[in-house]
């Protein structure tokens, strides 16, 4: 009984979900073809009355006085092609890639003649983030995600492996998350937990269908050894008055084992050029292995770059859950991060600083540091 009561609301939470991202796109196609006729000038008006009063944020964010540097794009490590013969670690990471995109150029030629004009590719993340509190005390998570794209194949199939949670969270995520659960507390370094999130493989379509209102990706692949899956990613963007944007992106996953899983990931960022900008990301999760219903997450924060590839932000958390019609605020607090490049263009390092409660643990606001070393190949 219990388990048809799930279904149901899963069924219930997709409908509304795919309701409202149709929805959303068919404001936006109507609001673009409202541009090409008579009434362009007051449509334009009323869209800009509608979302003037999120104008008054940044401009309250704008008059506050502030220390920090300008924004800046200058290098602040040299290239990796100038690095790549310097050292072990430079011959290391160029060895593995180009060893990794002669791997990619082997598989391509299995499926037919490749054009060496455009060649297979293949990216490569290596990360390991590293976790501290007084509570759960201090954890190590190493993570691996790679991409081989198989151009041969219509230009839209490619190889993905490794943590495939990596890919659940929006682009350009800021915090450092893991929505894999932990199944052992006690230890630094839990090596099955490990094998079991980074052994995902799976072949991903992307860009189903040019007639499709938003992109579209299909992976069907198996993961944590056993659990033979198929996911869909849809996702698009808009571009709204007074320099607003946003960005929404829904997933669902269908594993023999984990069975449902849904994700809500939305976005909505006042950038102008030249200037730090203003942020929101949430994200909604249904899960069937999860504890509670659904599980939601939001952080609003002013992102600075003071270099190449530099990120500073600054922000409130919230987050919580619905369960058995109990919608909870579990936890909130103020946070911090930093992410650069160290020493090289291709090796990373990120810094967070947390300060959040937990309700449901009966733990006040304490203090959290997270840090994540990551290498590009």
């Known amino acids: 009984m219990y388990k048809d009561k799930i279904r149901l609301f899963s069924k219930q939470y997709s409908a509304l979900l795919l309701g409202c991202f149709f929805s959303a796109y068919s404001c936006a196609q109507n609001t673009d073809d409202a541009t090409s006729n008579a009434n362009t000038e007051v449509s334009a008006s009323l869209n800009q009355n509608h979302l003037g009063w999120l104008s008054y944020i940044p401009k309250i964010i704008d008059a506050t006085p502030t220390i920090l540097p300008e924004q800046s794009n200058l290098p602040f490590v040299p290239t990796t092609t100038e690095t790549e013969d310097l050292t072990w670690a430079d011959h290391t990471q160029k060895s593995i890639r180009n060893w990794a995109d002669q791997t990619a150029i082997k598989m391509d030629h299995w499926f037919g003649d490749s054009n060496p004009d455009k060649p297979a590719t293949a990216t490569l993340r290596i990360l390991a983030d590293n976790s501290w509190n007084k509570y759960d005390h201090y954890e190590i998570q190493p993570r691996i995600r790679g991409k081989i794209r198989l151009p041969t194949l219509e230009k839209r199939l490619s190889v993905v492996f490794g943590d495939d949670s990596l ?80 960005h929404a992106e829904q997933i669902y996953r269908y594993g023999i084992k984990s069975e449902n899983y849904l994700r809500t990931n939305l976005e909505l960022t006042h950038a102008r050029p030249n200037q730090a900008f203003l942020s929101s990301q949430f994200n909604l999760t249904y899960a069937d292995e999860q504890e509670d219903h659904l599980t939601w997450d939001n952080r609003i924060y002013r992102q600075h770059q003071f270099f190449q590839n530099n990120r500073f932000n600054y922000g409130i958390y919230t987050g919580g859950y619905y369960n058995d019609s109990d919608l909870r605020l579990n936890s909130w607090g103020p946070f911090i991060s930093w992410r650069q490049p160290l020493w090289r263009e291709w090796f990373f390092v990120q810094g967070d600083l947390n300060y959040f409660n937990d309700h449901r643990e009966d733990r006040s606001n304490f203090v959290s540091a997270l840090v994540r070393l990551e290498a590009l190949f």
Do not use: C, H
């Open 167 to 246: 890919d659940n969270e929006i682009y350009n995520n800021i915090a450092i998350t893991n929505e894999n659960t932990d199944t052992a507390t006690n230890k630094n370094i839990d090596r099955k937990q490990i094998k079991d999130d980074n052994s995902s493989i799976a072949l991903r379509w992307s860009q189903m269908s040019k007639k499709l209102p938003f992109d579209v990706d299909a992976d069907l692949g198996i993961r944590s050894g056993s659990d033979i899956y198929a996911r869909l990613k849809a996702e698009k963007d808009w571009t709204l008055s007074n320099n607003f944007s946003f």
